[in-house]
């Protein structure tokens, strides 16, 4: 059985016994307990309470054939349109939890994260951000494991949630070609002269009230975030009016 199918259907919801019942039913298509039990070579009692969980989600259908039950999983694609239909379901009522979140915009809160694997979960907080995300930054100088980050989880990850990214970079012979990937990496990029922007590190912009201070480089990583509103809002003007003196 695929590891990897297992760590997919996991990464959807399912324990590693579900996921492992559930191929096993896929692969037979229709098949009695008894040959699924057999197959996914596990106690009665697990895959039994399985299935049955299984048909109360809608995942999984039975029927019977000269007194046999017969299981019947429903396809990838009917998992896949479900898991959509309960993100679209959530992301519609977004703006309501915020605002019962913002009832406390007025208190500052400041979150530290130090290490590369911390400094990931800042970029991943931004990415799932639906928001547009304003950035300042520099793409020289950057820690080798954060470029991975970068082009292979943090860019498609918020290219999903649909987290368009406008960003600032100094003119420098490493930024004057980031540009170039500004279409295919869901973002607006301008270049503002090096003498009045010179950047090491880099200021995200995000959510309504999210103010993060990455530092990527081979000499110090870590991501600040800052939960302010007011911060958000004095930085925001300060964006726009660099963004409006930017080629």
């Given at each position: 059985?695929?590891?990897?199918?297992?760590?997919?259907?996991?990464?959807?919801?399912?324990?590693?016994?579900?996921?492992?019942?559930?191929?096993?039913?896929?692969?037979?298509?229709?098949a009695p307990a008894s040959t699924i039990a057999r197959r996914a070579e596990m106690k009665r009692v697990t895959w039994y309470v399985i299935l049955?969980?299984?048909?109360?989600?809608?995942?999984?259908?039975?029927?019977?054939?000269?007194?046999?039950?017969?299981?019947?999983?429903?396809?990838?694609?009917?998992?896949?349109?479900?898991?959509?239909?309960?993100?679209?379901?959530?992301?519609?009522?977004?703006?309501?939890?915020?605002?019962?979140?913002?009832?406390?915009?007025?208190?500052?809160?400041?979150?530290?994260?130090?290490?590369?694997?911390?400094?990931?979960?800042?970029?991943?907080?931004?990415?799932?951000?639906?928001?547009?995300?304003?950035?300042?930054?520099?793409?020289?100088?950057?820690?080798?494991?954060?470029?991975?980050?970068?082009?292979?989880?943090?860019?498609?990850?918020?290219?999903?949630?649909?987290?368009?990214?406008?960003?600032?970079?100094?003119?420098?012979?490493?930024?004057?070609?980031?540009?170039?990937?500004?279409?295919?990496?869901?973002?607006?990029?301008?270049?503002?002269?090096?003498?009045?922007?010179?950047?090491?590190?880099?200021?995200?912009?995000?959510?309504?009230?999210?103010?993060?201070?990455?530092?990527?480089w081979n000499e110090e990583v870590y991501g600040v975030i800052v939960n302010s509103k007011k911060l958000y809002e004095t930085l925001e003007s300060?964006?726009?009016?660099?963004?409006?003196?930017?080629?």
């Open positions: 059985m695929q590891d990897n199918l297992i760590v997919a259907l996991q990464q959807r919801g399912m324990s590693e016994k579900e996921a492992k019942i559930y191929l096993t039913v896929l692969e037979l298509w229709s049955k969980d299984f048909i109360r989600q809608r995942i999984a259908t039975s029927t019977q054939k000269k007194g046999v039950t017969y299981f019947q999983v429903v396809n990838p694609e009917q998992l896949l349109h479900e898991i959509k239909d309960k993100y679209d379901v959530f992301k519609k009522y977004i703006p309501e939890f915020l605002a019962i979140q913002s009832t406390y915009d007025s208190k500052m809160h400041v979150e530290f994260h130090e290490w590369i694997e911390w400094l990931k979960y800042v970029y991943h907080d931004m990415a799932i951000s639906w928001w547009d995300i304003l950035a300042i930054l520099s793409a020289d100088e950057v820690h080798p494991k954060m470029i991975e980050y970068f082009l292979d989880i943090h860019i498609p990850e918020r290219i999903q949630h649909e987290s368009f990214a406008k960003v600032l970079v100094h003119d420098d012979k490493v930024n004057k070609h980031y540009q170039k990937n500004d279409k295919e990496r869901f973002r607006e990029s301008r270049v503002i002269d090096g003498s009045i922007l010179n950047f090491a590190n880099e200021i995200d912009l995000y959510w309504w009230n999210k103010v993060a201070f990455c530092m990527r300060i964006f726009n009016f660099m963004w409006a003196q930017a080629s």
